[in-house]
């Protein structure tokens, strides 16, 4: 039973603090994952009957420290720790570092340099972030099992060579914010497209979780340009998110939308921070990652309309983008481009050679069904739909594939 799931949607936010509370106090990740969600099945138990405590935080702080202390006792071979645990009580307040947001410390903490990025990052989402195993197996591509081992091997190395799970000082940030924003990422296009069946299909307390939190290390780091590209990003994508849902609950596309239900306020901060970038790039800077994608989608909410869209800069983009991030999603996204302005055909020829990668990837075959479609292929399209519907996991993206394919003649 994944208990976090059982306990209600606000108080979930809790497992990352009792969690990186504990793996603080007793130096053992695996201890204070059983200990917190010893705690969240305790809740589960009682307070359908006796009411949610004024303070959940504090209940399941305490309530995991006394069964971190109970396991520790039982396990009999860890004096030292042992003797720690009893200390716990009288244990001085923690030193909060260079930043004051309880959620944003932990995040920087977990995302230690001395892990691989893939694997703090997987990590720091499972304790922190709030994702479960599927949702991160799915953002990375990849088996959940192969994630579970991955952060199996996380947790094994940071016991084995002592990492210790110290505050970050202000000096550390710049050597972990990649990291950081990497998790804020994730979790914000989580927010923006849930990918699992049994949530809803917009997560709003994700996106705007993420969005606060990238404004906090803007202010900590108003220097870094990448912070300031993965904000405007994520308010341009933002600005969307009302249109993106019809009145029946499904997705609707880019193209499809109604321009005039977007947030301008989002737009124009996000349009400003992307020219605050050029401006920078101009200079000498040379632009990340998140840079050009904000970059891609200032192009995206600056056009009046679909067919207003400047298709050759934003292949120009992708093509910047490409030589940063090689990886078959941006090659993917980048065919969507191409099919604007070299036809289909040649956009199909670059979607198929990304078979093999993306195979098990739903957008992979939805763009695939778009293309077929418009060739007039409408027997492998709607093979291809088929295929993306079967992978796809929220039930608004679903609902569009399928009327898609059901329009097909």
Same mark, same amino acid.
């Given at each position: 039973?994944?208990?976090r ?22 130096g ?7 200990? &917190? ?20 935080g504090?209940w ?5 420290n ?24 009288d ?14 410390r ?9 892990? &691989? ?29 192969a ?15 002592g ?11 710049? #050597? ?9 990422y ?18 709003h ?27 405007? %990003?994520?308010?341009? #994508?933002?600005?969307r ?36 970038? %050029? ?13 050009? %994608? ?86 492998? &399209? ?8 079967? %992978? ?18």
């Amino acid at each position: 039973m994944d208990v976090r799931a059982a306990v209600s949607r606000a108080h979930r936010e809790e497992w990352a603090r009792v969690v990186a509370s504990l793996t603080r106090r007793f130096g053992d990740l695996d201890i204070a994952e059983e200990a &917190a969600a010893e705690a969240f099945a305790t809740a589960v138990q009682r307070w359908p009957a006796d009411g949610v405590p004024p303070n959940p935080g504090a209940w399941l702080t305490t309530t995991a420290n006394r069964k971190a202390i109970d396991r520790i006792r039982r396990e009999n071979k860890r004096d030292d720790k042992h003797r720690e645990a009893l200390m716990v009580y009288d244990a001085p307040p923690e030193s909060v570092g260079a930043i004051d947001d309880d959620r944003l410390r932990l995040i920087f903490t977990c995302c230690h340099p001395a892990l &691989a990025m893939e694997t703090r990052v997987a990590l720091t989402l499972r304790m922190v972030g709030g994702l479960t195993v599927p949702e991160i197996a799915r953002a990375f591509l990849v088996r959940e099992t192969a994630l579970e081992r991955r952060i199996t091997r996380a947790k094994a190395k940071i016991k084995a060579a002592g990492i210790p799970y110290r505050v970050p000082s202000a000096e550390d940030l710049p #050597t972990r914010v990649s990291g950081v924003l990497a998790v804020l990422y994730l979790v914000f296009n989580e927010g923006y497209l849930a990918t699992g069946p049994g949530t809803d299909p917009l997560r709003h307390d994700l996106t705007a979780e993420a969005i606060r939190l990238t404004r906090l290390i803007r202010a900590l780091l108003p220097g870094d340009g990448e912070v300031a590209g993965l904000l405007a %990003l994520m308010l341009l #994508t933002q600005a969307r998110r009302t249109a993106r849902l019809s009145s029946g609950g499904e997705l609707v596309a880019l193209a499809e939308q109604d321009r005039g239900a977007w947030d301008a306020a989002l737009i124009a901060e996000g349009h400003r921070l992307v020219r605050e970038r %050029l401006a920078a790039s101009a200079a000498g800077a040379a632009p990340g990652r998140y840079q050009i %994608l904000a970059a891609i989608n200032a192009v995206h909410t600056s056009a009046r309309d679909m067919r207003d869209t400047d298709w050759s800069q934003i292949l120009a983009l992708y093509d910047q983008l490409v030589r940063l991030d090689p990886s078959p999603i941006v090659a993917l996204n980048r065919a969507v481009a191409v099919a604007e302005l070299d036809g289909p055909q040649v956009a199909l020829a670059a979607v198929d050679r990304l078979q093999d990668t993306l195979d098990g990837y739903h957008a992979y075959h939805a763009t695939r069904a778009d293309l077929l479609r418009r060739l007039g292929r409408g027997d492998e &399209a709607r093979a291809a739909y088929d295929k993306a519907i079967e %992978l796809a996991g929220n039930t608004a993206e679903t609902a569009y594939l399928t009327r898609r394919r059901d329009q097909l003649r």
